[in-house]
Each structure stands twice: as C-alpha cells, then as structure tokens.
C-alpha cells in the first residue's frame, strides 16, 4: 500500500501563493500518474491537476490554467502542485492521490488507488 502525504496548505490572501507538496516516505513517486484534487466543505471532490508518469505531461482543470503548475521535484521526491493568484473559491481541502495509469493522467478520482490526507488550504478575502 502506498502511503501518501501532503504538506504545503495555510492562510494566504486573496492573490496570493502556496506549494503544495506530496510524498511516500522513504520512496519516490516517479511510477505513478498523481493528481491533485480540492473538496470544499458540503461539495464533491474536483480535480484541480494532474501528471502523468510516462513524460511528466500535465492537464489542468480550466479554472485554474495559466496560474496553478504541477510537477515534480526529483531532487526531493516530491510531487508539487504551485498555486499562484488564489481565489477565495478555491479554498479547501486538497488531496494528492496516486494511480498506476500507463499513460497521460486524469481529473476524476476513480483512477486513483491511493490518498493523501489533506492539507487545508484558506484563502482570506
């Protein structure tokens, strides 16, 4: 079982940024496609990004386009997920998830196997 683990989340200002951090101890998650995914309180879970594990591909959900980057950090084994320009709206519970796709990466949760805990995201206006 692969475990997960997020970091990264806080208070920031509307506009502002964070980096969000996923990781398995004591592992790397090269083989894996991650996603990152936000619920708020009372809504379903959405996708927000993801990457793929063949060629580091990325796919974004269209609101966030152009102001949030996926990648991965090989150096610290780590996936990142950096959100620039905050939304009030986009404040939440953000969760990276795993899932053994041989190519390209999705925005809906059934293909991912494995879940992170969260790490809470505010966005003050």
């Known amino acids: 079982q692969l475990q997960l683990v997020e970091s990264g989340g806080g208070l920031v200002q509307s506009g502002g940024s964070l980096r969000l951090s996923c990781a398995t101890p004591?592992?790397?998650?090269?083989?894996?496609?991650i996603g990152w995914f936000r619920q708020a309180p009372g809504k379903k879970r959405e996708g927000v990004a993801c990457?793929?594990?063949?060629?580091?591909?990325?796919w974004y959900d269209d609101s966030v386009k152009g102001r949030f980057t996926v990648g991965r950090d090989n150096a610290k084994n780590v996936v990142y997920l950096q959100m620039n320009k905050l939304k009030p709206e986009e404040e939440g519970l953000y969760y990276c998830?795993?899932?053994?796709?041989?190519?390209?990466?999705?925005?809906?949760?059934?293909?991912?196997?494995?879940w992170g805990q969260g790490t809470q995201v505010t966005v003050a206006s």
């Open positions: 990457i793929s594990s063949s060629d580091n591909s990325t």
């Open positions: 004591g592992g790397t998650l090269n083989d894996y496609a």
């Open positions: 998830a795993s899932g053994a796709l041989v190519t390209g990466c999705v925005l809906y949760v059934s293909p991912y196997d494995y």
